[in-house]
């Protein structure tokens, strides 16, 4: 998988993709990761990526052209090889899930677009745009740290990325019942004892007490995932 990223703070980028399992998938040929700084792709010499609205109103808006000459400067470097998908991280966009994380995983190349500023001029999400992503329903400062969540999200899906098999299929949100309490050792720890049964080793009781127990948090804690999944909340 192929990702490019378009943004005015590449800086921000390198905490997060150089550490964990993105480093690793990385390293291990599983994803590469290209970032543009898109006032390199200004042609006035302020670099200036935005401007004033027309139409008036307080705030600054996208300027069209960076975007569209780094967008073309990637397509130019990747001719052949398969669609590219734009995507443009800002806040109207489709809510990120792990359903839309699964579909966007398909793709073989994904150029991502990070919002800044009040908005962006509405001929990049009409002309360039595929599709808009939103990380949720709280005002950030721009579309930078949702493109890392969503690298992130993507990543851990690429075959051959996460070591062990279960840890994707048996996951929470997926059968949208959370995690069951787990505990490790010590087995007594400022005398707070693990409940005795995860110590029993019958693993068909351990497992059973897992699901009851997995289904009274989500009932508690995330009600709205079992009214999803279309079991009684009762
Ligand atoms: C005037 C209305 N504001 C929208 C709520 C303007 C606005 C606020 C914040 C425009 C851009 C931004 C910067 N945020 C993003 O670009 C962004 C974002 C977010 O703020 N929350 C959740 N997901 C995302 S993805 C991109």
């Not at 990702?3 to 291990?28: H, Q, Y």
């Not at 700084?37 to 401007?51: A, G, P």
């Not at 995507?87 to 994380?101: F, H, I, N």
């Not at 409940?195 to 897992?210: A, N, Q, T, V």
């Amino acid at each position: 998988m192929r990702i490019d990223i378009i943004t005015i703070f590449p800086g921000m980028f390198a905490p997060v993709l150089n550490e964990s399992i993105i480093k690793r998938a990385k390293s291990k040929g599983k994803v590469k990761i290209n970032l543009y700084d898109l006032r390199d792709y200004t042609l006035d010499k302020h670099r200036k990526v935005d401007d004033r609205p027309f139409g008036g109103g307080s705030g600054m808006v996208m300027r069209p052209e960076p975007i569209f000459r780094a967008v073309e400067k990637i397509k130019s470097q990747s001719h052949k090889v398969r669609k590219q998908k734009i995507v443009l991280l800002c806040p109207q966009g489709e809510r990120l899930t792990q359903k839309t994380a699964k579909r966007l995983a398909k793709n073989k190349h994904l150029i991502l677009i990070c919002g800044r500023y009040e908005g962006i001029d509405e001929r990049v999400r009409q002309h360039l745009v595929s599709e808009e992503i939103s990380i949720g329903d709280y005002v950030l400062t721009g579309g930078e740290l949702p493109a890392m969540v969503l690298v992130d999200c993507l990543v851990r899906l690429i075959p051959g990325v996460l070591g062990d098999k279960n840890s994707l299929n048996f996951e929470s949100f997926e059968g949208n019942l959370l995690e069951y309490p787990q505990y490790t050792r010590p087995a007594v720890f400022k005398r707070l004892r693990v409940p005795e049964i995860l110590l029993s080793g019958d693993h068909k009781k351990i497992e059973s007490w897992r699901k009851k127990e997995a289904l009274k948090r989500t009932k508690q804690k995330r009600p709205d995932l079992l009214n999803e999944r279309g079991v009684s909340n009762g």
